[in-house]
């Protein structure tokens, strides 16, 4: 615009002729969108995405005055930051200043969404995050079970912090026995990092230390970086003593949580997940003994019934009764064999007698009493009885037997009858 045209502008805009609104709104629009692309720094106050909606909403706020200006940008921009976004944000934006006539606004409408200070810090930490998961280090598999109850506990803190202070007086309470191997370090600042590596190794060289718990209090950002510190983080992946990470408070979230075996909310918390409570445990075991002797003595009912009913069945209850029922049967069956016995055995010395008496009377004994004589050769072998008188020729010697003894012949002459 020339000075001719501005004092022609001026020279028209007058009470007389006053401009209407639609002229100076795009009269604005025409100053403010000559401004092009701007880098805008500001801190995010609210934040407002619509699901199925093409415009996501923000609120940027001056940190440093009660001012503020309206933004606008894809869903997708805000889905696509390195780092998530949230109220609070300190940010750096890349936009252009859109200036709306008909409600007469002014919009920032960015294309570009950087995190500064605190979001730079994160931004690293996120990167670290995804270098050390791709990496498996945060693998659940390969966290390593704590003990029942350590001979020993490691525990890396502040000198006289009031981590240190909550962690030994709660576990001390739990249980009065639990030692304490100590190590005190800085837990901020340049230094932190190089002393709890050194203090980390003695505990786990220690033998008696069966876990080790890093705790702090909490802090900003800045303040828990050195738990976030990669070479820190791969210490504690390679420690084969369980470590416990305990820093700061439950929304402090830096990543020695996801290397640790165990993840305390805060260092009281740790306190109580590393030793068991003596109270409780002997109220477990207490109930224990109660229900097993409820238990035992439920059982010793139920065999003491069943015990009761097999006694009082018959055969238990009178176990003689199946013998006094066969003793008669098994006497006449007794009876009856000997009977029988009997009846052959007589039977047989009937027929042996009977038997006997026609021996006697077929027998040559017999023949022998009425008279009569057995002559046998006995000259010749085998010796034999003559039945004839050939069989006796002269000089024959003879033996004849009768009834009461036998004599010896010879023989002189033979007569046929």
């Known amino acids: 615009m020339t000075s001719d045209q501005a004092s022609t502008g001026a020279q028209s805009n007058s009470a007389e002729h006053p401009w209407p609104v639609r002229t100076v709104n795009t009269k604005i629009a025409d100053?403010?969108?000559?401004?092009?692309?701007?880098?805008?720094?500001?801190?995010?106050?609210?934040?407002?995405?619509?699901?199925?909606t093409r415009v996501a909403f923000l609120t940027l706020r001056d940190p440093a005055a009660d001012i503020s200006i309206s933004v606008t940008c894809s869903p997708d921009l805000l889905m696509r930051t390195e780092v998530p976004l949230a109220e609070g944000s300190h940010v750096v934006v890349l936009g252009r200043p859109t200036y709306f006539t008909g409600r007469g606004t002014v919009s920032l409408r960015v294309t570009d969404i950087r995190p500064v200070g605190v979001g730079e810090l994160l931004?690293?930490?996120?990167?670290?995050?995804?270098?050390?998961a791709a990496e498996g280090i945060f693998d659940s598999r390969l966290k390593r079970p704590l003990p029942f109850l350590p001979r020993a506990v490691g525990l890396i803190s502040g000198?006289?912090?009031?981590?240190?202070?909550?962690?030994?007086a709660v576990a001390g309470s739990r249980w009065p026995a639990v030692r304490f191997v100590v190590r005190d370090a800085p837990v901020q600042g340049p230094t932190a990092v190089p002393r709890i590596l050194g203090h980390l190794a003695d505990l786990d060289a220690d033998p008696d230390v069966e876990v080790i718990i890093i705790a702090r209090g909490g802090g900003s950002v800045e303040d828990?970086?050195?738990?976030?510190?990669?070479?820190?983080?791969?210490?504690?992946?390679a420690c084969r003593t369980p470590v416990i990470s305990a820093i700061g408070h439950e929304p402090d979230a830096p990543l020695l949580d996801l290397v640790a075996d165990l993840r305390a909310a805060t260092p009281t918390d740790a306190a109580k997940r590393v030793v068991p409570d003596v109270a409780a445990e002997l109220a477990g075991v207490a109930e224990m003994r109660r229900r097993s002797a409820h238990a035992l003595r439920n059982w010793v009912r139920?065999?003491?019934?069943?015990?009761?009913?097999l006694r009082a069945r018959p055969v238990l209850a009178r176990p003689f009764t199946v013998i006094d029922a066969h003793a008669e049967q098994i006497d006449r069956m007794r009876r009856?064999?000997?009977?029988?016995?009997?009846?052959?055995?007589?039977?047989?010395?009937?027929?042996?007698?009977?038997?006997?008496?026609?021996?006697g009377t077929l027998g040559p004994a017999q023949t022998l009493a009425r008279g009569y004589a057995v002559v046998q050769r006995t000259d010749v072998d085998p010796a034999h009885v003559v039945g004839a008188v050939a069989d006796m020729p002269s000089g024959a010697r003879l033996r004849i037997r009768v009834a009461d003894g036998a004599a010896t012949a010879r023989v002189t002459e033979g007569e046929q009858a």
Not at 125 to 132: N, S
Not at 224 to 237: G, H, Q
């Open 302 to 309: 139920r065999e003491a019934h069943v015990v009761d009913g």
């Open 159 to 168: 000198r006289s912090s009031a981590a240190q202070r909550d962690v030994v």
């Open 224 to 237: 828990l970086l050195p738990f976030s510190d990669e070479a820190l983080l791969r210490a504690v992946s």
């Open 31 to 52: 100053w403010i969108h000559r401004l092009g692309q701007i880098w805008v720094e500001g801190q995010v106050t609210q934040i407002n995405r619509r699901p199925g």
């Open 123 to 132: 931004l690293r930490i996120e990167r670290l995050r995804q270098l050390l």
């Open 336 to 359: 009856d064999i000997r009977r029988d016995i009997r009846g052959h055995i007589d039977a047989e010395d009937r027929r042996r007698e009977h038997l006997s008496a026609r021996l």
